[in-house]
């Protein structure tokens, strides 16, 4: 009887028959396998990607936003056709922004306007004897252009008082900008709308809004005033 439990006990596996401890060992080589350093690489590359677009994300829709850090910041710009100081132009920025981009629109204008009359005075050179044509619609553009001078000469005005009052009595310049704020803006629109209806036909349909921010919002300013 202990003779045959020996043999039964020595006797080999069947063929086929999965042996508890090497298939344990099989299971750990597969695991080795499939983990490997490039699997494990791009697993973090993933997970990088996902935080970054969580970062992204919640800055753009949950974080809290910072107005300071909103704001767009003042450049100094060559207006030549304005006769208000730096300092009274940064002031518009800062206090009448509605104004101060009326101001960029009104120096713009004028510009459109020097050009075209310039472009009339050529033709009238070219064909002396049509001249009186040119001259009559030359007319037109020099009396437009000082009529816009003329009214934003009147903004001027009251522009240069709240800026010393602000620089004196900040108090009782910012009652002032509050108050005058509107109506200045106002004044503004009302002085540039003749110019812009004459200067609009030569804005083609096909331009393409000018590159960089100044020029850029100053562009989408003017469609708007339009």
Not at 58 to 82: C, G, M, Q, R, W
């Amino acid at each position: 009887m202990l003779e045959f439990l020996k043999k039964k006990k020595d006797t080999p596996a069947v063929s086929g028959a999965p042996v508890p401890g090497e298939e344990k060992a099989e299971k750990k080589s597969k695991l080795k396998k499939w983990v490997t350093k490039k699997r494990i690489l791009i697993l973090v590359l993933i997970l990088f990607v996902f935080g970054a677009a969580a970062g992204v994300v919640y800055k753009l829709h949950f974080a809290p936003k910072d107005p300071e850090t909103l704001k767009v910041s003042y450049h100094k710009l060559e207006l030549k056709h304005i006769s208000l100081p730096e300092e009274m132009v940064k002031f518009c920025f800062d206090q009448f922004p509605e104004l101060y981009a009326a101001i960029l629109i009104c120096n713009n204008e004028i510009i459109l306007m020097d050009k075209e009359i310039a472009r009339i005075d050529e033709i009238a050179k070219k064909y002396p004897e049509q001249g009186k044509i040119a001259e009559k619609e030359k007319a037109v553009w020099e009396k437009t252009k000082i009529n816009l001078q003329k009214g934003f000469l009147k903004i001027e005005k009251p522009v240069k008082e709240i800026y010393v009052l602000f620089n004196v009595n900040k108090e009782q310049a910012m009652i002032q900008i509050n108050e005058k704020n509107k109506e200045l803006t106002e004044l503004a629109g009302a002085a540039l709308a003749p110019a812009q209806e004459l200067t609009k036909k030569l804005i083609t349909e096909t331009e393409t809004p000018p590159q960089g921010l100044i020029k850029g919002t100053l562009y989408k300013l003017k469609k708007k005033f339009l």
